[in-house]
Nanobody, 126 residues
Framework: QVQLVESGGGLVQTGGSLRLSCAAS????????MGWFRQSPGKEREIVAA???????YYADSVKGRFTISRDNAKNTLYLQMNSLKPEDTAVYFC????????????????????WGKGTLVTVSS
C-alpha cells in the first residue's frame, strides 16, 4: 500500500521557520514528480512547490525566495523548508506525487496528482 505521510507542521510566529517532511512508503518515487500543496479555510488547494525526478523545481510566486523544496531519494522523503513565514502561509500542507512534472501553476491547477498524503497543519501567528 502506497502511503505519503507528512510531518513537521505546527504553530510558529511570523518570521519563523518550519521544515516539513513527507515520508513515502509502498513504492519508490525516484523519477516521480513530488510536490507540496496547501489549502486554507474557504480557499482552493494550491500548489506551493514541486520537484521533478531530474531535480527541476517549481515554486509559486507567493513563496519564492522563502521556501525550498528538496528530496532524498535514498530515504524516499520529500522536504519543504519554510522561512520568513507569514500569517497568510497558514494552511494544511499536503504532499503529493505523480508521474508528470509541471512547470506552471496552471498545470497543477488543472491536473490532479495521483498520490496524496493526508496533510499537516501549519499555523503562523501574527
Amino acid at each position: 500500500q502506497v502511503q505519503l505521510v507528512e510531518s513537521g507542521g505546527g504553530l510558529v510566529q511570523t518570521g519563523g521557520s518550519l521544515r516539513l517532511s513527507c515520508a513515502a512508503s509502498g513504492r519508490t518515487f525516484r523519477g516521480y514528480a513530488m510536490g507540496w500543496f496547501r489549502q486554507s479555510p474557504g480557499k482552493e488547494r494550491e500548489i506551493v512547490a514541486a520537484v521533478g525526478g531530474s531535480g527541476s523545481t517549481y515554486y509559486a510566486d507567493s513563496v519564492k525566495g522563502r521556501f525550498t523544496i528538496s528530496r532524498d531519494n535514498a530515504k524516499n522523503t520529500l522536504y519543504l523548508q519554510m522561512n520568513s513565514l507569514k500569517p497568510e502561509d497558514t494552511a494544511v500542507y499536503f504532499c503529493a506525487a505523480d508521474s508528470y512534472f509541471g512547470t506552471t501553476g496552471s498545470y497543477y491547477a488543472n491536473h490532479g496528482m495521483y498520490y496524496w498524503g493526508k496533510g499537516t497543519l501549519v499555523t503562523v501567528s501574527s
